[in-house]
């Protein structure tokens, strides 16, 4: 059974850092494709960051440069450590982890954890 768990969101003033992380079991890690996506309130969910079997990363623009994804094959969690957050960013972050080798592709999603940055 595959399971991804999210931890690290938390009430935060503009400004300020956090580090969510997510941990996958059941499935293949290092093989497949992990990201970060986010719903605001009353929008719709969004990429915030995406990073591929081979290390290479994809982000946002509204996020470039204040965030980071990466990710720990050993311990099978992903990061996406957020600096200098902003009331925008505010809202449930989802972790994803997507199957490459099925088809068509597999997505599957953690619960999510909720951040908010207060102005």
């Known amino acids: 059974q595959v399971q991804l768990v999210e931890s690290g969101g938390g009430l935060v003033q503009t400004g300020a850092s956090l580090r969510l992380s997510c941990v996958s079991t059941g499935i293949g890690f290092s093989i497949n494709a992990q990201g970060w996506y986010r719903q605001g309130p009353g929008k719709q969910r969004e990429l915030v960051a995406t990073i591929n079997p081979d290390e290479s990363t994809n982000y946002a623009d509204s996020v470039e440069g204040r965030f980071t994804i990466s990710r720990d094959v050993a311990k099978r969690t992903v990061y996406l450590q957020m600096n200098n957050l902003q009331p925008e960013d505010t809202a449930v972050y989802y972790c994803?982890?997507?199957?490459?080798?099925?088809?068509?592709?597999?997505?599957?999603w953690g619960p999510g954890t909720q951040v908010t940055v207060s102005s």
């Open positions: 994803n982890l997507k199957r490459l080798n099925a088809r068509p592709p597999t997505d599957y």
